[in-house]
């Protein structure tokens, strides 16, 4: 089944020790969307690739980046991790075509800071 | 700008009662509208749409009508099961540089009591 797929489910890191965090389809949609989920709120969106054409949102702090080396696969890097970017993260994909199109998204990755 | 309203939760009712979720939503022309669903742990799932005013999305025995007049998307569903206990999000896409990120409601957290 074509799907979006994040690893690890569950990762533990140290303050300031740097973590990525992977994301792949097979669905072989344009966009690919970062989101953070803190306890008990909605998904806030970090940033998106449209193709290869990175989109930052204004509030993103600088201690996050992305990568997207291909269509397939987009990764989200934490330079210096604090106890506050202890969330869920997750990764969706959409089309990028139409007006209509639902975003998939992945299981998403739960962080554990120490 | 573009935005969704979702009645505060959490709710709690027990197996075979009805469920009514409001949604109301503020946005510029007739975008399509969804509901996802977070169980526990999980990512986001598609729970149901609707793209033109009058639409009424289904799915799992859950309903909900785009509602022009009134700009809103409740959710219901007429009995509800156990399973069915989770997070519900109402989300209405807007435009994000070259993409259309979604804008979530609040959540509301449904416990289906045996």
Known sequence: DAMVIQNPRYQVTQFGKPVTLSCSQTLNHNVMYWYQQKSSQAPKLLFHYYDKDFNNEADTPDNFQSRRPNTSFCFLDIRSPGLGDAAMYLCATDTGTGAYNEQFFGPGTRLTVL | ?114
């Not at chain 2, 709690?12 to 526990?40: D, H, K, R």
């Not at chain 2, 509800?80 to 206990?85: G, I």
């Open chain 2, 1 to 114: 700008g573009d935005s969704v309203t979702q009645m505060e939760g959490p709710v709690t009712l027990s197996e075979e009662a009805f469920l009514t979720i409001n949604c109301t939503y503020t946005a510029t022309g007739y975008p399509s509208l969804f509901w996802y669903v977070q169980y526990p742990g999980e990512g986001l799932q598609l729970l149901l749409k609707a793209t033109k005013a009058d639409d009424k999305g289904s799915n799992k025995g859950f309903e909900a009508t785009y509602r022009k007049e009134t700009t809103s998307f409740h959710l219901e569903k007429g009995s509800v099961q156990v399973s069915d206990s989770a997070v519900y999000f109402c989300a209405l896409p807007i435009s994000s540089g070259s993409a259309r990120q979604l804008t979530f409601g609040s959540g509301t957290q449904l416990t289906v009591l045996p």
